[in-house]
C-alpha cells in the first residue's frame, strides 16, 4: 500500500449495506447486513483478490465498487473522485466489470461485434468497427467470429467477449467477479492468461474476486478475504498463504484442495455450523465455527489490527505465536 | 472377477439432434472393485455424466445405450430391460447429484423424501422406514434427525441438504454409489466436509463409490483409481498417485499443468494453457479426438483405432504416441 501523493485507484471507506427482507412469508422485515464497515483500497496498477464463501458479501461490494448499488453508508472514490459524482459517462471509462458467467451476461440474439461495440457506441465512440475488430484481436478471437452470436462459441470465448467488451473503453480499473469460476481447467488458463497479458500491457488495476484460492493465489499482489460482510483479514498474497493469521482464513486454505495425491483429505478447521447472516453478534461473526475460539470472542468487539503483515479482525489471533505480537491497536483502514 | 463392483465393456451413448447423431460416449471401458473408489474425470461435454446416468439407467428414451458387457455386484445385466434397472436402482446403486437444492423437493418433508423409495420396494411400514430415515440421517451428520424428519428442504444449509440427499441414497443400502460432482456446487469449507463423509461411508459400509467431478483436487484427496476422460472416451486411467506424479496420456499432462498450485507455480507466469477446444461429437470422428490441441500430434494420430497400451499394472493410455510421451 504506497501512500504517496497520487490517490489510489479504488478507495472504499466504512461501507456498509442491509438488504431489508422477509425471511419468510408473512415473517416481520428483518435485516441483512451484507456488508458491514468494509474498507478498501486498491492502488493504480494492483491487483487485489477478494475471497470469500458464498453470502459473505463480495459481490454486495463489487456492485458498490462499480457504482450499481448505493451503500448505506460510506464512501467509494475511484481514482480520487467520489463514484457518486461522477457522471455514468466517466464512470464507465474507468471502472468496466466481467462478471462470472458469460451466457447470461451476453445477450443471446446479438452478434459478437455489436456486443462488443455497444459499450463504446452508447458512450459515443468513434470508428466502432475497427476498435471492434482491435478488441477482437486483443483478446485473441479470429475476426470471423464478429458475426456469429454468443451461442456458437464456447465458453471460454464467451468470457473472451465479455472481457473485450470491457476493455472497449479502455478503463483504468477491471473488476473481475469469478470470471473463470464457470469454465473448465484448461480454458480457466487461457483466460487467466489473457488477463495478465492485459493486466501488463495497459497498466490496469483488478480486483479479482473469487472463492478459488489458487487462481487468486496466481493473479493477486493482495488478498482480502471476507466473513459474513466483513473483512476479517487483509495481507499481500505471499504472508496470506505463508502465515495465515485469521482461524478462517487457516479453514479456507486448509480446505483449498491440491492436485496432488499426498496430501490426503483436506484437514477441517471449521465447526459445520453454517453461517447465519441474519443473526446479531456481540462478538466475533466467525466465533460460533471457529476451532480456536475463546469465551471472549463472543462478546468482544472484534475490529481490524495489525499483526505481522496482515490486517486481522480477531483479538486472540497471534497470541501464541511471536510472530508481529505488537499490542493490538486499530489499524489505520478500519 | 466377484470383487468387481461393476465392469462395463463398449459402453456407446449416442444422442439423436437436429444436426445429427450426437455420439456422446463412444466405447467406454470401466471397473470398480469392491470398497474402491474410482473417480471419472474430465471437462464439460466429455460424456462423464452421461456415462453414470447410463450405468444407472436414468437416460432419457431417445438416448441410445450399448454395452458389450454390464455387470453390476456380480450379476449380468448386459440385457438390461427397464424392469432388471428398476429393481437394481437404490438397492445395488444409488446416485446424488450436483445441486441438493434442485433435487429436493421443496414441498415434501425430508421424511416424507427419504422414505419413498423404500417403502416401496422393501415393503416397509412407515415405523421402519422412518427408523432408517434417522439412522441415515445420523449416519450422515445431521444431528436430531428425528425431529428433522418432519422438516423441509428450505430449513436446511446447501452442505446439510447435500448431506440429505447422501442419506437419501443410502436408504436401500446401495452397494455401489454414484456421485455426480456432489461438492461442486458447494463452498470450499463444505467441500471438505462432504468428501471427508463420503470417505467416511466408504470404510465402513464398504462402499464402491464413482465420483464423477471436473475438479482434480478433488480428485486427489478422495480417488483410488482415476479415468480421464476425453469426448467421450477413458484417455487414461491409473492409481491416483501414479497419475499424478507421471501422467501419460498428453490430455491429462495437460490438465494437471493447467492448475496454479500455491506455492509452486510463480504468481503472475503464464500457465500453459491447452490451446483450442473440444471437438464436437456430431457424426464420426477419425483418429485421436484430441490432436488438434496435442503438442505430440503427427500425421500418425488421424488414424483408427488409436491403440490402448498398459505402461503398467493398472494403468491404460491410449494414444498413438505413447511411447514419445512416456519418454
Known amino acids: ?334 | 472377477m466377484t470383487d468387481m463392483m461393476l465392469d462395463i465393456k463398449n459402453l456407446q451413448v449416442s444422442i439423436p439432434t437436429d444436426r445429427g447423431t450426437l455420439n456422446a460416449v463412444r466405447g467406454v471401458d470401466l471397473s470398480i472393485s469392491a470398497g474402491k473408489t474410482l473417480c471419472l474425470v474430465g471437462e464439460s461435454g466429455c460424456g462423464k455424466s452421461l456415462t453414470a446416468t447410463a450405468i444407472i439407467g436414468l437416460l432419457p428414451r431417445y438416448a441410445k445405450v450399448t454395452t458389450e458387457r454390464f455387470a453390476m455386484a456380480g450379476q449380468d445385466l448386459t440385457a438390461r430391460t427397464e424392469a432388471r434397472l428398476a429393481k437394481m436402482r437404490g438397492r445395488d446403486v444409488a446416485m446424488i447429484f450436483q445441486d441438493p437444492t434442485s433435487t429436493l423437493n421443496p414441498t415434501l418433508t425430508i421424511g416424507r423424501q427419504l422414505t419413498e423409495g423404500v417403502m416401496r420396494a422393501e415393503r416397509l411400514s412407515r415405523k421402519e422406514a422412518d427408523a432408517r430415515a434417522i439412522e441415515m440421517l445420523d449416519r450422515v451428520g445431521i444431528a436430531n434427525p428425528a425431529a428433522r424428519l418432519v422438516q423441509y428442504p428450505h430449513g436446511f444449509s446447501g452442505g446439510q441438504r447435500q448431506r440429505i440427499m447422501i442419506a437419501s441414497a443410502l436408504m436401500g443400502r446401495p452397494k455401489l454409489l454414484i456421485a455426480d460432482e456432489p461438492t461442486t456446487a458447494l463452498d470450499v469449507t463444505i467441500q471438505a466436509q462432504i468428501l471427508a463423509l463420503l470417505d467416511e461411508l466408504q470404510s465402513d459400509l464398504g462402499l464402491s463409490l464413482l465420483l464423477i467431478t471436473h475438479d482434480l483436487g478433488v480428485v486427489a484427496s478422495i480417488a483410488d483409481e482415476v479415468a480421464v476422460m476425453y469426448a467421450g472416451r477413458i484417455a487414461e486411467r491409473a492409481p491416483v498417485k501414479d497419475l499424478f506424479r507421471a501422467p501419460q496420456h498428453p490430455y491429462t499432462r495437460g490438465l494437471l499443468a493447467a492448475i496454479p498450485v500455491p506455492g509452486q507455480t510463480p504468481r503472475g507466469s503464464e500457465l500453459p494453457a491447452i490451446p483450442g477446444r473440444v471437438p464436437g461429437l456430431v457424426g464420426p470422428l477419425k483418429g485421436c479426438a484430441f490432436r488438434d490441441r496435442c503438442s505430440f500430434a503427427g500425421e500418425i494420430c488421424g488414424q483408427d483405432p488409436v491403440p490402448g497400451h498398459a505402461p503398467a499394472p493398472g494403468r491404460f493410455v491410449e494414444c498413438h504416441k505413447a511411447a514419445e510421451v512416456a519418454a
Request: proline share 7%; net charge neutral.
Open chain 1, 1 to 334: 500500500m504506497t501512500r504517496s501523493q497520487t490517490p489510489p485507484m479504488i478507495r472504499m471507506t466504512g461501507i456498509r449495506k442491509a438488504y431489508r427482507l422477509h425471511r419468510k412469508l408473512f415473517a416481520p422485515v428483518e435485516e441483512l447486513v451484507a456488508v458491514n464497515d468494509l474498507s478498501l483500497e486498491v492502488a493504480a496498477g494492483e491487483t487485489v483478490g477478494l475471497v470469500g464463501e458464498s453470502g459473505c458479501g463480495k459481490s454486495t461490494a463489487v456492485s458498490i465498487m462499480l457504482g450499481l448499488l448505493k451503500p448505506d453508508r460510506g464512501e467509494v472514490e475511484i481514482a480520487g473522485r467520489k463514484i457518486g459524482a461522477l457522471s455514468v459517462d466517466e464512470r464507465v471509462r474507468l471502472i468496466q466489470p466481467v462478471f462470472q458467467n458469460p451466457n447470461a451476461s451476453l445477450n443471446p440474439v446479438k452478434r459478437i461485434a455489436s456486443l462488443i461495440g455497444q459499450p463504446l457506441h452508447l458512450h459515443g465512440g468513434e470508428n466502432v468497427k475497427a476498435e471492434v475488430a482491435r478488441m477482437l484481436d486483443l483478446v485473441g478471437l479470429p475476426a470471423r467470429l464478429a458475426d456469429a452470436y454468443p451461442g456458437e462459441l464456447s465458453g471460454g470465448q464467451r468470457q473472451r467477449v465479455a472481457i473485450a467488451r470491457a476493455l472497449i473503453l479502455k478503463p483504468r480499473v477491471l473488476i473481475c467477479d469469478e470470471p473463470t469460476s464457470a469454465l473448465d481447467v484448461s480454458v480457466q488458463a487461457q483466460i487467466i492468461n489473457l488477463l495478465l497479458s492485459l493486466k501488463s500491457e495497459f497498466g490496469l488495476t483488478m480486483v479479482f474476486v473469487s472463492h478459488n484460492l489458487a487462481v487468486v493465489e496466481h493473479l493477486a499482489d493482495r488478498v482480502a478475504v471476507m466473513y459474513l460482510g466483513q473483512k476479517v483479514e487483509e495481507a499481500p498474497t505471499d504472508a496470506l498463504f505463508d502465515g495465515a493469521q485469521h482461524p478462517y482464513t487457516k479453514a479456507l486454505l486448509a480446505a483449498t484442495l491440491l492436485p496432488d495425491p499426498e496430501t490426503g483429505m483436506p484437514e477441517q478447521l471449521i465447526g459445520a455450523a453454517p453461517a447465519d447472516p441474519f443473526a446479531t453478534y456481540a462478538g466475533c461473526r466467525f466465533a460460533p465455527r471457529c476451532r480456536e475460539v475463546q469465551e471472549s470472542c463472543h462478546t468482544t468487539e472484534q475490529t481490524l489490527r495489525r499483526l505481522g503483515a496482515s490486517s486481522v479482525r480477531c483479538t486472540i489471533a497471534g497470541q501464541k505465536g511471536r510472530v508481529g505480537a505488537a499490542e493490538p491497536k486499530p489499524s489505520g483502514c478500519s
